[in-house]
């Protein structure tokens, strides 16, 4: 059975930062994209980053741009995101996806296999 176990989130005050992770287990997911989503209270969810299969392309939303750094190590079929000088917009909960084979680029929720369940972060002001 394919888990997504997110860890990492908590509360942190505004400029400080988290490094969440997402360790998969039931198959190996280095042919996929993986990507983290944010949902905050009252707001739909987002894409904030995604990366390829092999690591080389990464995206970002524009408001995360410059401070966030998705990576991945297929070795242990993980995938990090460090967020540094976090602002109070950032708190969310943050869920880890794995895309399905055939996900566009950059995939959507529509291309997602695996959902995690998902770390809160908090930023204080």
């Known amino acids: 059975q394919v888990q997504l176990v997110e860890s990492g989130g908590g509360l942190v005050q505004a400029g400080g930062s988290l490094r969440l992770s997402c360790a998969a287990s039931?198959?190996?997911?280095?042919?996929?994209?993986m990507g983290w989503f944010r949902q905050a209270p009252g707001k739909g969810r987002e894409l904030v980053s995604a990366?390829?299969?092999?690591?080389?392309?990464?995206y970002y939303a524009d408001s995360v741009k410059g401070r966030f750094t998705i990576s991945r190590d297929n070795a242990k079929n993980t995938v990090y995101l460090e967020m540094n000088s976090l602002k109070p917009e950032d708190t969310a909960l943050y869920v880890c996806?794995?895309?399905?084979?055939?996900?566009?680029?950059?995939?959507?929720?529509?291309?997602?296999?695996?959902w995690g369940k998902g770390t809160l972060v908090t930023v204080s002001s």
């Open positions: 996806a794995v895309a399905r084979y055939s996900a566009s680029w950059p995939p959507s929720s529509m291309d997602i296999g695996y």
């Open positions: 039931g198959r190996t997911f280095s042919s996929f994209s």
């Open positions: 990366i390829n299969l092999s690591g080389e392309s990464t």
